[in-house]
């Protein structure tokens, strides 16, 4: 084996052909909650990321007072994917979190299936605008409270912060770990099979 051959990364394994329900999921909430640490862990490929170092201009801008340590920022959007089974594939795209980078969110939102609300306890306020948005274009989404050891919360108690209603699925997360970030989509597709097979009944 030659050199130039030897350096050549390795090929990703293809999509198997049975492979015929491609979902298109966002993950959307505050700045700094772990959107891109989501979907960095739970995608099968390498994700496509717009990362880029934050900026003495940017601490003016976005608020960095609750989220101290974090030197890079997403400034359009976090593409990855994964395979749930051999039949569903889900399509992920990370949302910016910043209110700046807003504008993106319609458009990122056409042809979206449903989401996820990565929230941070400590700063639920942060999460208003994901699920305004969410419930304006009329997306179906749950609710992940990613751990970041700060205070805890009552199920109850996020449930009134954030004026959700019952149906919608609320569940605990690390966004670090593979299983955990794939136990909160699996948790999404089963929300969307319960609302389409309501919906079907009626």
Same mark, same amino acid.
């Given at each position: 084996m030659d050199s130039a051959t030897s350096d050549r990364p390795a090929a990703r394994t293809p999509l198997g052909r049975s492979a015929d329900n491609g979902l298109k999921i966002v993950v959307v909430g505050g700045f700094g909650v772990g959107k891109t640490t989501m979907v960095r862990s739970v995608s099968d490929i390498r994700p /496509?990321?717009?990362?880029?170092?934050m900026t003495r201009a940017g601490e003016r801008v976005d608020d960095v007072s609750a989220i101290?340590?974090?030197t890079s920022t997403t400034v359009a959007f976090d593409?990855? +994917?994964?395979a749930l089974n051999e039949r569903t594939v889900l399509y992920l795209f990370g949302a910016p979190g910043?209110? +700046?980078?807003w504008f993106l969110w319609d458009r990122l939102f056409a042809g979206t299936l449903g989401a996820v609300v990565l929230v941070d306890t400590r700063r639920l306020a942060d999460s208003w605008y994901a699920i305004d948005r969410l419930e304006h274009h009329g997306t179906p989404f749950i609710v992940a409270r990613n751990d970041f050891g700060g205070p805890r919360h009552t199920a109850e108690q996020v449930r009134d912060a954030l004026d959700l209603p019952e149906h919608v699925p609320l569940i605990d997360c690390d966004? +670090?770990?593979?299983p955990s970030s794939k136990n909160v989509l699996i948790t999404l597709v089963e929300h969307l099979h319960? /609302?389409?097979t309501a919906q079907e009944s009626r």
């Open positions: /496509l990321n717009t990362e880029e170092v101290q340590g974090k593409f990855g +994917r994964i910043q209110e +700046r980078f966004a +670090r770990s593979r319960a /609302l389409s």
